[in-house]
T-cell receptor, first 113, second 116 residues
Framework: AQSVTQLGSHVSVSEGALVLLRCNYS??????LFWYVQYPNQGLQLLLK??????LVKGINGFEAEFKKSETSFHLTKPSAHMSDAAEYFC???????????FGKGTTLSVSS | DSGVTQTPKHLITATGQRVTLRCSPR?????VYWYQQSLDQGLQFLIQ???????AKGNILERFSAQQFPDLHSELNLSSLELGDSALYFC???????????????FGQGTRLTVV
């Protein structure tokens, strides 16, 4: 069975500071990993995904994530936070095309000026 | 805009009632997934349909059912509603690809169900 653990239900940073949102996964087969963002009263939007190949993945809005198999991690980072980054972020995993994503509980990112 | 359309956006109903949520997937997507999002449970996978047939079940209650029609739109039926069913219900769709290529799912805006 697959699972995702997001460390920290709430992360607060100052504008311009580094953003680091942590995600660890469990999977018996090589995983596909995703980060989604949810703004208030909105659906989920894909930020980035890892399937195969390069382990450092770049996404939209300046976010990137690195797949580390030895650490079973897929942490999301952004060098400089912007006020508009305030949202809830979800890490997700699946293993085969056409299977349902399994989500972590989410991390709420707050950005202060 | 993800291309996935859910209706209605909001629904308020009483306990014991039955409601139907509707989802139109992105053009060309054959897989439809339903998720329930609540504060205590997070995002829970309910059920998946692929090209009209049930593909996988998650944490779906027996009071809930779904179907996917020939035009690929899907409906989630929730019956004998309880207060605890109040949640945001998301539909997502994805392209079915062969082989080990993992497509992302595209999510609709959700239907917020409030049971009173």
């Amino acid at each position: 069975a697959q699972s995702v653990t997001q460390l920290g239900s709430h992360v607060s940073v100052s504008e311009g500071a580094l953003v680091l949102l942590r995600c660890n996964y469990s999977s018996s087969v090589p995983p596909y990993l995703f980060w989604y963002v949810q703004y208030p009263n909105q659906g989920l939007q894909l930020l980035l995904k890892y399937t195969t190949g390069a382990t450092l993945v770049k996404g939209i809005n300046g976010f990137e994530a690195e797949f580390k198999k030895s650490e079973t991690s897929f942490h999301l980072t952004k060098p400089s936070a912007h006020m508009s980054d305030a949202a809830e972020y979800f890490c997700a995993v699946n293993s085969w095309a056409g299977t349902a994503l399994i989500f972590g509980k989410g991390t709420t990112l707050s950005v202060s000026s | 805009d993800s291309g996935v359309t859910q209706t209605p956006k909001h629904l308020i109903t009483a306990t014991g009632q039955r409601v139907t949520l509707r989802c139109s997937p992105r053009s060309g997507d054959l897989s439809v997934y339903w998720y329930q999002q609540s504060l205590d449970q997070g995002l829970q996978f309910l059920i998946q349909y692929y090209n009209g047939e049930e593909r996988a079940k998650g944490n779906i209650l027996e009071r809930f059912s779904a179907q996917q029609f020939p035009d690929l739109h899907s409906e989630l039926n929730l019956s004998s509603l309880e207060l605890g069913d109040s949640a945001l219900y998301f539909c997502a769709s994805s392209v079915e690809l062969t082989g080990r290529v993992g497509p992302e799912a595209f999510f609709g805006q959700g239907t917020r169900l409030t049971v009173v």
